[in-house]
Each structure stands twice: as C-alpha cells, then as structure tokens.
C-alpha cells in the first residue's frame, strides 16, 4: 500500500464525528484510510491485520484485484438502469449464483436486510397462493439470539432488547423458539406455518454453530409440516466455513436462501433471496422491486465473486486456516480463553471476564495492530479475509495470547 494521503488526524476525525453523526455505532477509535489484502492503514499511517472482514463482506480481502477489475470495467460502461430496463450483466449473475447454490431463480437486492424483508413477504404470499392458509394469518418461526438485520420488521422478532427498545408497535406474525431445540421447533410450525428462518450459524450472537443434525432435522419438519426453510447465510454463506454456504455441512439445500456481504465483494452492496422456482415464481410485475437491485455494477461484482467460488480455492483456504485457528485458540483455553465455537474461518471467542469485556479486549488488540470486534459480554468474533495466510494468523493469534496474558 502507497501512503495515504494526510488529511486530519485520526483524532481529529474522530472528534468532527461527534456533533453530526448519528450516535447509532460505537466504533473502535481507529480511522481507516487505505486498505489491501488483509491489511488496512489509518490515516497517520499504521498499520493493522484485519480480523473481522466487514462482518465477512469482505471474505476474498480488501479490493481484491479480480473484483477491483469487473468493477473498473463495468465502471466505465454502465452502472445503473433500474429494473425498468433489463442490463446485459444481470442474466449471467442470476444464472452462475441459480447454479452455484443448486437452486432455480434470483432476487436481485442490495442490502441483507433487503434480502430478509423480500423472503418475509415471499414467503407469505407462497403460503396464501400455494399453502392455502387464511388471509393475513400466516405465521414464521424464528429462533431466539437471531440477527436478521435492523429494520422494523426484522427487529419485531429479535430478542436483542438493545435492538427492539423504544422501536414498537412491532409486526406480528413470528414465532420465536429455543434455537437448536428441534422439539421446540416442531410444537411450533403448524398449519399456519409459511417457513422457519434460520441462521446455520449465528453469527452477532457469537458464532453459535448448532448440534449435527439440527439443520438436517429442520430440512426434514419443513418439508413434513409443508412450509418453506429459509436459511439466512449473509454471514455464514460464500466460503466462509469450509464451504461455499454452511447448510452444505449437513448436506442439506433449503427452499430459499438469503446472500449478502461477500456477494457485492466489499465493493459495492448485493443481496440475493435465491429459491426454488415454484417459490420466487409467485412475484408479479409491480408487487416487489428496488431500483439499485440488480444493476449493471453490482451484477458484474457478483458475477466475479461466484466465479472465485466456483473454483474451490477460497472454500479450500477457509477450512485449511481454520484448522490452524481452531488450533491456535485451544492451546488459548485455560489463559484467558474459557471458550470458543469455530467453523473455517469464523470464530467466537469467550474471554474470562476478569480479564476484560470484549470490548476492552479489542481495544487492547487494536494497539498491537489486530482489528477485532467484540459482541454480547466478554466474547469477540474473529472473521479474518479468506486471503489471510497462516503466518498472519499466527501473529494474531499471539497478540490476543499476549493482551490476554500481560
């Protein structure tokens, strides 16, 4: 990376934030300027490893040069359209991302949250035009720690009260369940039941991976009880466990499938709702749209990301470094780790809060050059670019070792 160009100090940006941002984050206290690859500068110029990846939107590393290029080209082409006109990138997105998933038809959107509301409001109509349930009663059924996004809707069925708070009247129609809790799954679909949205991993809530066979149990109930199986994989999706999605653990292929994140390649945003053809098939002219899904830019970005997937290597990469970090941070357990969940290249760590809360520790972090964030209590998330490479996992598995330990 060149150096950036100067402009005010980190503190200084940090400081002219204050009276006219909104208050509605609370970031660590360094200013990105540049990034490549796996590392991102600030604007003094330092220098630091990063573990998080933008919630995984950038699984294949900061401006990664295949992405860098289709957007480039595109760039001086065409970028946008609208859905009032077809483009001529559009069809080969839907058609590589219809086949990289194993499913039929593409809802092109921009953000996850985009793509979460489009299956709520799918879903509901596949249950009154296919299902036959009674007008304005079909119900879907959740699980308790979800991250689906912020939106009202969406917020009416977490159970994050942070979330929620002050946000009411909420919309109803969910039902929320124990997750990993078949019984309790099944004593809640019934004959109003239009699908269960699930997270294969959760991720905001700590990377809490589910019991083998939780995912293969929740395919079988939907498809006895006749509803949809929804599987949120914004996070989880596109090479980040091992696999190009984490349903593929299990073997499993859901009715629909939420993407996001990595699919606009930390350039530009894309979502997908991908489903079967009898499913998204029940949308007509008018009843469901965006004017920047499915443009020209954002349809070439995701038509390069699908086509570093297919060929396996960043799958490949994902679970061979995982390997080393689920390794790394066993030999952790017992100095100051107390527990973590790993599946690739995604890991939830538990701190022993004597040592500090999550946040203290990605702060301490920060110092030695290792961006990280933390969640709920003295847990961090670790998500690191799927580009990373075993030494520099190493390096920062022995900072978290040192601030732990110091």
């Known amino acids: 990376m060149t150096a950036p160009v100067r402009t ?96 039929d038809m593409v809802l092109p959107m921009n953000t996850g949250a985009e793509a979460v509301e489009s299956a709520v409001k799918v879903a509901r109509k596949w249950a009154y035009e296919v299902k036959g349930v009674p007008a304005d009663r079909a119900t879907i059924v959740v699980a308790d720690g979800n991250f689906h996004g912020r939106t009202t ?63 293969t149990g929740v395919r079988e109930l939907t498809r006895r009880a006749g509803c949809l199986f929804i599987a949120d994989e914004i996070q989880s999706g596109l090479g980040r466990t091992g696999s190009t999605l984490a349903v593929e653990h299990e073997g499993v292929l859901p009715d629909v499938l939420l993407l996001g994140k990595a699919l606009g390649g930390g350039i530009v945003p894309v979502s997908a709702v991908v489903a079967r053809r009898d499913v998204l098939g029940i949308l007509r ?49 017992g100095k100051g780790v107390v527990g973590f969940r790993s599946r690739g290249l995604w890991a939830g760590v538990d701190i022993d809060p004597a040592i500090g809360t999550g946040r203290e520790i990605s702060e301490r972090l920060m110092r030695e050059g290792i961006l990280v964030k933390d969640t709920h209590g003295s847990t961090i998330r670790l998500a690191p670019p799927l580009t990373i490479t075993d030494e520099e996992l190493r390096s920062a598995l022995g900072a978290l070792e040192k601030v732990l330990t110091a």
């Open 8 to 103: 005010r100090s980190s503190a200084e940006l940090i400081r002219a934030e204050e009276p006219v941002l909104a208050h509605n984050y609370h970031p660590l206290p360094v200013v990105v300027a540049r990034a490549e690859g796996t590392w991102v500068e600030d604007v003094e110029g330092r220098r630091y490893l990063d573990m998080l990846a933008g919630y995984s939107a950038l699984n294949f590393g900061h401006r990664n040069p295949v992405l860098i290029e289709a957007a480039h080209r595109q760039l001086d082409r065409l970028t946008l359209t609208s859905r009032a006109f077809h483009n001529d990138q559009l069809a080969e997105f839907a058609e590589s991302l219809a086949a990289l998933t194993g499913l």
């Open 153 to 215: 809707t969406i917020v009416s069925f977490s159970t994050d009260e942070t979330a929620r708070s002050g946000f009411g009247p909420f919309t109803p129609g969910f039902r929320v369940v124990p997750y990993n809790d078949p019984a309790a799954l099944e004593a809640a679909v019934d004959e109003t039941t239009a699908a269960v949205l699930i997270e294969p991993i959760q991720g905001e809530a700590g990377v809490i991976i589910p019991d083998e066979g939780y995912l």
């Open 285 to 333: 002219p008018g009843e469901h749209g965006s004017t920047f899904g499915g443009n020209p830019l954002a349809a070439a970005v995701g038509s390069a990301v699908v086509g570093l997937l297919e060929t396996g290597e960043f799958q490949r990469r994902a679970a061979e470094a995982g390997a080393v970090l689920r390794n790394g941070l066993a030999a952790l357990v």
